[in-house]
């Protein structure tokens, strides 16, 4: 899906493995927008699943009330970097990363998303 297609909404996020085999589905949230982006994660207490923000390059975890995971994607949705942030902290800006997952933290070890991997996207409904 190209950039300019994403939209705030829901979806699933599946990790493929070195084989071409695919994970669980994981439940994502897509914050696509300006205002879906910027707030992020901010105020909540833990997300069920994972939330992908697109375009984004460098996360921060102020203001967040949990330690987050933090997958940098490239264009092709290859996972660039894997980082565990607390709250508080700025992130690094990733020269070549076009998307960011987050997840509650030891989510990502548990899915399978590390540096390497591939990860897939899918958009299964839109915020009206």
């Known amino acids: 899906m190209a950039m300019a297609q994403w939209r705030n909404g829901t979806g699933t996020l599946t990790v493929t493995d070195g084989q071409g085999g695919r994970g669980e589905a994981i439940p994502l949230r897509i914050a ?28 921060h975890s102020f203001r967040m009330r949990f330690t987050i995971d933090v997958a940098y994607l490239d264009r092709k ?7 565990t942030m607390k709250p508080g902290r700025l992130g690094l800006p990733r020269l070549r990363a076009r998307h960011v997952i987050e997840s509650e933290a030891g989510a990502m070890e548990k899915w399978g998303i590390r540096p390497g991997a591939v990860v897939a996207v899918e958009q299964t409904g839109t915020d009206r």
């Open 32 to 59: 696509a927008s300006y205002r879906a982006r910027s707030r992020g994660l901010l105020g909540r207490d833990g997300i069920d699943g994972a939330l992908m923000i697109t375009p984004c390059g460098s996360v």
């Open 77 to 83: 949705f290859r996972v660039v970097a894997v980082h």
